[in-house]
């Protein structure tokens, strides 16, 4: 690509910087937790269409993704679960073809009385952009787009195949990208701006969610003694699987992405309810669990050792001994990928012109990070053949109160992605 191009991209995404900061906030004002990303979704399809990219927008359907691998269990209908891609068919189809993801849903508020402003009316401050969604990842979305606009202010479109998505489901299943391989959208690699400091993710973890269904005896609090409390029978399972967490963190059973990391395993209680009422003692309780698994570690043997952690703590217990806790499973299913395994050309390929346009935007060297958390990368990496970069803009707080996202990260995200797309796709006049 030659200097030219690259200045050119860089004054388009500047020139055009304004318009991308108040897509991104509107796109922010959609409270696209699960099941509400409909508006969200109507308004990428008319910001796609609008640029007239051919869009296609489905609903979910298990049937058609329930045999993959990958599929994780569902927790809802997915009577509003929509996928919406924009199209760019290339003229010549000389170039590289390429996948930009990103993901639409965002995951809960939480209480509002910890936010600062509240999470769905974005606001922007000292160079930051707040409210839930705009790092994670609606700021992604912006740039994958904004970068694609770039090469039209030059008057240029890709040389290759371009498949823009904007998935569901990625907080809780990844089943959104799934359906997306499931319909057919392969290409030579995906880019995903998740934000993370705008480093390349050279490996995530995997993760899985279960909940544990304990039920005790309800009884009268004065004769607790002959009732068994479903609560309290939660702690010792709890404390087991901690325990089983620190094993699995052992130095020994550490990939080489994750040999520096002392802990980069998380079992998180995430929910927990029960009872009925404050002097009856509880006859049931349930918690949700959610616990990360390193690439290469496979998911059967992690759930079979869960299950064991679980019933041999219950049968240490005088009232689950006889009613043993179930296990359901449901939400994440997912395998962890490491980009850094991938010995393939188009990878290096890949990581290399992700390399060159990096240094260009920021006159430094691309960092690379192994993450603890899990983004869809999977889908493309393990069960497409397609390396999958995660790079990203820098955010803050994202799950928690206030969540930000840099704005002059974002536009350097933009530039790169814009030399990306150039450099990895070719390029041809509109
Ligand atoms: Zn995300």
Redesign the pocket.
Known sequence: MTDDLKTRLCDAVDANFDQQVKFLSDLTAHPSTRGNEQSAQDFMAAELTTRGYEVDRWQIDIEDIQHLPGFSPVLGPYDDAVNVVGVHKARSGRGKSLILNG?IDVVPEGPLDMWDSPPFEPRVADGWLYGRGGG??KA?LASNLFALDALTACGFAPAGDVFYQSVVE??CTGNGALACLARGYTADAALIP??FSEHLVTAQLGVVWFQVHLKGRPTHVAYAGTGSNAIEAAIPLIQALHEMEHRWNAAENRPDDYAHMDHALNLNIGKIEGGDWTSSVPAWCVFDVRMGLFPGQSIEAAKAEIEQVILDAARENAFLRNALPEIVYHGFHAEGYALSQDSSDNAAMAISALEQAHRSVTGTTLQREAITAT?DARFFGLYADTPALVYGPRAEA?HGFNERVDLESLRRITKATAMFIADWCGTEEV
């Open positions: 993901h994670d990842m992604g990625e907080e998740e934000p983004t994202i």
